[in-house]
Every structure is written in structure tokens, then in C-alpha cells.
């Protein structure tokens, strides 16, 4: 199954893949995506009202694009404005025994799913994960008593009814060959992105890079520049939507960077981070929170921060005024 992926990854990405005799499943994923699109339009599927203000934060590809850390900016800068922000995931990766799921720093990601976790570390707000985004963003207003809520990955789920909606794109890999799944990686067409609030491009000359801190040991107990691992190879873990990106962080970092490229949501053995070296393993946050217990000496992980470009920070304020300001819709 990882090397069905990675192949298909490489036929959409790269020119003369060979995706072309996946074209008819693509139409007719297309289709489907287009009819269940009309039938909300058209009311024949309901939407559901939360009672406030909700931002879907998403994307039209699938792999990553470097959203959960705009999700965690977005929502420091609602709190910022006096809001009180809760965020509602689908938590892929976890498998509760019921929902609405309320995750907290402490919650297994085997549980939540390891993004959701993540964010109730970093964001501090309350956090649900339900399959069922409008049902666990209406217990967070319910039972949380949250004023707005974010929604993360959820630009396809429009059971939730959203007052706005951000795109968020890779500007290294952009949509691919453009076609949908499975001959590319799109979830919905191209034209989607010219129905969004805001859409938003991760990467060099876009509006928002992720930068990262130092590294921190698994444990939590110890903090190392990354600076300190130049000089030898490092062994570089990513678990993650684009492994690539990760990699590529820290050769711009002066990193020699021994490659280890893992399904996104990978849930860690012992055995997958154990080498025939000493060299030092440095992993994603998003790693790290399913990789507490296996903490050794030599395992780091490197957390990121969304910044904004000037002009990227810019729009981003005028849309959340646009938000804060909303007045939300009734049940």
C-alpha cells in the first residue's frame, strides 16, 4: 500500500507521470464530487448552523500544505482580538469509542488522531474531533462556551455551514498535474479556490513560511539548537502529508540530512527509529506527539511557526476583521 501511494505521488507531481489511466475513475470521483456539491447548494442535503462565527481552514490536495501551523496562528491571533476560539477536527489517525471527542494536551492520538493533539498543546482552546465536524463544533459552543470556531481540514465537509473559508496551497508542489483523484491529487477542481475568502500559498515567495525553533528532546527535559547537529548526518523522520518539505527545512539548515519518509499519520514502533549509527534522529512535532514513549537521547523533534509574509499578514487581517465582526447565523 506505501509503495501504491508513493507511486501515485510521483505520477502527479512529477512531469510525464503516469497517471493517465487512472482518467476515467477521475471523471467519475469528479461527478460525484460535483453532485454532492449541488445538493447542499440546492438544500437537498442540509447544512447545520453552530450558532457562531465558523472558519474552515483547508485545502483542495491531499499530502500537506503546511495548515495545521496557520491553523494554530489563526487561531493566537482571534484570541489576540478578544475571541474566544475553539477548533474542530476530524482527528484522522484515532478511533475514540464515541463522539464528540473533547481532546486535551494529554488525550493518546491513538485516540484523537495526532493533529488534534497537536494543536490542543501549541493553541491552548478547546479542541473536539468528530467525524461529524457540525456535531462537534455545536458541542464546543455547547459545552465550552466558545464564541467562534475553527475548523481544521474541513473545506470539503459541508455538513458544517461556514461564514468564511481559507485555501491554503504548497507552493513547491502547487496542484500537481492538476487532476482530480485518483490521476491527481485534488479533492475538488482547480476552480474551487476562486470561491474561497482567502486563499493563502505556504512556501518560498508565498504568503506564509514555517519557521522552525530548536529542537526539543521527546521527553520534554532538554532544548538544542539546530545549529548544534550541523557537521554529521542527522537522521531525518517525517511522517507527514510532505515529508519532502521537512527534509528540506533542514538542509536549509545546514543539515545533513539521511532521508526517512513515513505515511502521513504513521503510528511509530520502536523498531522505525532505532539505526545502525549514533547519529541523532530529528522528527516533526506531529511525530513527536505519538512518539513519547519512546524517547532516547537521540531523538529530537523540531517544532515550526507559521510567519506571515508582509503582505500575506496584511490579508490575512482583513479577513479576520471581516470574521470577527460576523454575527454568526442561528440554529
Known amino acids: 500500500m506505501k509503495r501504491l501511494a508513493r507511486a501515485l505521488e510521483r505520477a502527479w507531481y512529477r512531469p510525464g507521470g503516469a497517471w493517465w489511466p487512472l482518467l476515467p475513475l477521475a471523471w467519475l470521483f469528479g461527478r460525484v464530487v460535483a453532485l454532492r456539491r449541488a445538493a447542499y447548494a440546492r438544500g437537498w442535503l442540509r447544512s447545520r448552523r453552530v450558532g457562531v462565527p465558523v472558519l474552515v481552514i483547508g485545502n483542495i490536495t491531499v499530502g500537506g500544505s503546511g495548515k495545521t501551523p496557520l491553523v494554530i496562528l489563526i487561531v493566537r491571533t482571534l484570541q489576540a482580538r478578544g475571541l474566544r476560539p475553539g477548533v474542530v477536527s476530524r482527528g484522522y489517525g484515532g478511533r475514540a469509542e464515541r463522539y464528540p471527542l473533547r481532546v486535551t494536551a494529554t488525550t493518546p492520538t491513538a485516540v484523537a488522531g495526532d493533529e488534534p493533539v497537536l494543536i490542543a498543546r501549541r493553541a491552548g482552546v478547546p479542541v473536539a ?52 483523484l485518483p490521476a491527481g491529487p485534488l479533492r475538488e477542481p482547480p476552480g474551487r479556490l476562486d470561491g474561497v475568502d482567502l486563499s493563502l500559498v505556504h512556501g518560498a515567495g508565498g504568503d ?32 507527514i502529508g510532505d515529508p519532502g518539505r521537512f527534509f528540506a527545512m533542514l538542509r536549509g539548515c545546514g543539515l ?24 541523532p534522529v530529528l522528527m516533526t512535532e506531529k511525530d513527536a506527539v505519538k512518539c513519547a514513549d519512546l524517547a532516547a537521547e537521540t531523538r529530537w523533534y523540531v517544532p515550526v511557526d507559521a510567519r506571515l509574509t508582509e503582505a500575506g499578514a496584511a490579508r490575512l487581517e482583513r479577513a479576520l476583521a471581516r470574521f470577527a465582526v460576523h454575527p454568526g447565523a442561528t440554529r
Open 129 to 180: 474531533v468528530d467525524p461529524d465536524r457540525a456535531r462537534g463544533a455545536a458541542a464546543l459552543v455547547a459545552e465550552a462556551g466558545v464564541d467562534c470556531v475553527v475548523a481544521d481540514d474541513g473545506l470539503q465537509h459541508y455538513r458544517l455551514a461556514r461564514d468564511m473559508e481559507i485555501a491554503v496551497t504548497d507552493a513547491r508542489r502547487g496542484l500537481g498535474n492538476r487532476r482530480l
Open 208 to 239: 506564509f513560511e514555517l519557521v522552525p525553533g530548536a529542537a526539543q528532546s521527546l521527553d520534554h527535559t532538554s532544548t538544542r539548537a539546530l545549529a548544534d547537529f550541523v557537521g554529521r548526518p542527522v537522521h531525518a523522520v517525517a511522517g
Open 256 to 279: 545533513t540530512v539521511i532521508e526517512h519518509p513515513m505515511p502521513d499519520h504513521h503510528v511509530y514502533t520502536a523498531g522505525e527509529l532505532m539505526f545502525d549509527d549514533d547519529a
